[in-house]
């Protein structure tokens, strides 16, 4: 079991920016941010493919940049808007391109981090 420790959330203005992180204890290939806000349904915001592949929201398309350093994964965020409030959690699992991009289950999730546009 992978264990996922999300950090960088906060609160910003709108148009600002934020870096979230996820520290994965142990490797695997396949990667991707959700995010959930109150009584709204769970998204995935994007996902990141070991050979660096990568699919976004429309929601986010253009503003948000997923990538990693080892076990390390990153989600910039820029232009944020205040629908980009949410929990948002990492996950990670087995998988290569393309079905770890459009994966519908996952086995290991972070406890997430809370980011507030206003």
């Known amino acids: 079991h992978v264990q996922l420790v999300e950090s960088g959330g906060d609160s910003v203005q709108a148009g600002g920016a934020l870096r979230l992180s996820c520290s994965a204890s142990e490797y695997r290939p396949c990667m991707a941010w959700f995010r959930q806000a109150p009584g709204k349904e769970r998204e995935q915001v994007a996902a990141?493919?070991?050979?660096?592949s990568a699919n976004y929201s429309e929601s986010v398309q253009g503003r948000f940049t997923i990538s990693r350093d080892s076990n390390v994964l990153f989600l910039e965020m820029n232009s944020l808007k205040p629908e980009d409030t949410a929990m948002y959690y990492c996950?990670?699992?087995?998988?290569?391109?393309?079905?770890?991009?459009?994966?519908?289950?996952?086995?290991?999730w972070g406890r997430g981090t809370q980011v507030t546009v206003s």
């Open positions: 990141l493919a070991i050979d660096g």
């Open positions: 996950v990670a699992d087995f998988g290569l391109s393309p079905s770890c991009l459009t994966r519908k289950s996952w086995n290991n």
